[in-house]
């Protein structure tokens, strides 16, 4: 099923940045300012900035907590013992959206660890200079130490709203800078980018849909309770796939290959170019979206049980122990072609996982191993599965 907003997508080609210019016309652009990032530097005492932060109007504070925490304790505390001790923080990275409202590009654990300190929710540990303050949040700090932190600035770079008026160029050049102004250390992972790239509804939707018990299961993620968040729950954060917010891709995954007719620039590619367009579905839509995740989630588990998005290893003649994401694209946009049929095939569930195996068998060349990426591959694989399952329910 696709919405009545979704072939909206694919009707505006996404902007064509390799075409060919003779040197006269890039001397041209270059004079223009085009592809220049304009930008301004700022510097805040870390109180006065922290009270900033407090402010919904003046930073876009929804990126810092749904991104996955990567900075612990010990990490945050030695951010605050540098401040403490004098020594030269790396600035943040601002993106201006609207006059004095911004969104973080770059530096996002560094803020929330002064937030966190400010707000007396973080208990300093792990120091190496001054091991004393160990234990201390802020409000019990030394009088005099305290007063030191007070003098202590946190420098920024602002890049201005003019450096790309149009909102799709604005999303690419802010991409850029995510890949390469990563000065905390960390890079960051596609879908982090596109999470502080694109906030709002269909990101939140995402975000809601990654927690689905099926998702969590099969990747080995621990099940989701509310306020797993809150305390940096240590298990959730051993799982890779869940802190590179893998999980969420995947939902995003299966969304954009609904719409594999408009499959363009390559797999990271086009999810980049559909979270960007899907970012203003309305809420209507994306009620529809969710509901209708839900329930290829359901016919899923309800046919393929504990199996579900492992393939079938030919040469171990078994099913695999490892769930694999092409093997999830496949099922589940070929699951969302079938739902008029799903009562059937699940009553028939044990037809549909013979002929799955089948299609493994008759397909050793890597079809459905995602090693092969190109448009008609992608397209390929779904398809067969589409077939089986019509097949099966006919």
């Known amino acids: 099923m696709i919405t009545q907003e979704e072939p909206d997508l694919g009707n505006t080609p996404p902007r064509d940045l390799t075409t060919s210019l003779s040197d006269p016309e890039i001397n041209e652009k270059y004079s223009k300012g085009e592809g220049r990032i304009v930008v301004e530097n700022n510097r805040e005492k870390l109180p006065g900035f922290y009270q900033q932060l407090l402010n919904s109007d003046y930073m876009d504070l929804r990126p810092f907590y749904q991104r996955r925490p990567r900075w612990e304790p010990d990490r945050q505390s030695r951010l605050i013992e540098s401040f403490l001790i004098n020594l030269p923080v790396p600035p943040i990275f601002l993106y201006e959206r609207n006059f004095n409202s911004y969104e973080v590009m770059d530096g996002q654990q560094r803020i929330t660890a002064i937030k966190d300190f400010f707000s007396n929710q973080l208990k300093l540990k792990g120091l190496q200079y001054w091991p004393e303050l160990n234990g201390r949040t802020y409000e019990t700090l030394p009088r005099l130490v305290r007063s030191g932190i007070d003098r202590r600035s946190i420098s920024s770079i602002v890049m201005l709203k003019e450096s790309a008026p149009e909102d799709e160029d604005a999303a690419r050049l802010r991409e850029i800078v995510f890949e390469r102004l990563n000065t905390g250390g960390i890079e960051l992972e596609r879908q982090e980018i596109r999470n502080a790239l694109y906030p709002g509804q269909f990101n939140e939707l995402l975000l809601e849909l990654s927690r689905h018990n099926l998702i969590r299961q099969v990747w080995g993620i621990p099940a989701y309770h509310p306020d797993e968040m809150k305390g940096g729950d240590r298990k959730l954060l051993d799982s890779n796939f869940f802190r590179k917010m893998e999980d969420a891709e995947l939902v995003l995954r299966f969304f954009a290959l609904r719409n594999v007719d408009h499959y363009t620039r390559g797999m990271q590619g086009f999810l980049d170019l559909y979270m960007g367009r899907a970012s203003k579905l309305s809420e209507a839509t994306l009620l529809k979206l969710r509901t209708l995740f839900k329930e290829v989630m359901r016919v899923v588990s309800e046919i393929y049980g ?48 013979k002929e799955t195996e089948k299609l493994f068998r008759l397909h050793e060349d890597g079809t459905f191993s995602g090693r092969k990426n190109s448009k008609k591959d992608i397209q390929n694989r779904i398809d067969l599965f589409t077939t089986m399952l019509s097949s099966v329910a006919a």
């Open 306 to 353: 504990e199996l579900s998005f492992r393939p079938f290893d030919v040469k171990q003649d078994e099913w695999s122990s490892r769930p694999q994401k092409a093997f999830f694209d496949a099922v589940t946009v070929a699951v969302s072609r079938n739902l008029d049929h799903s009562d059937i095939l699940i009553q028939r569930k044990d037809l549909v996982i």
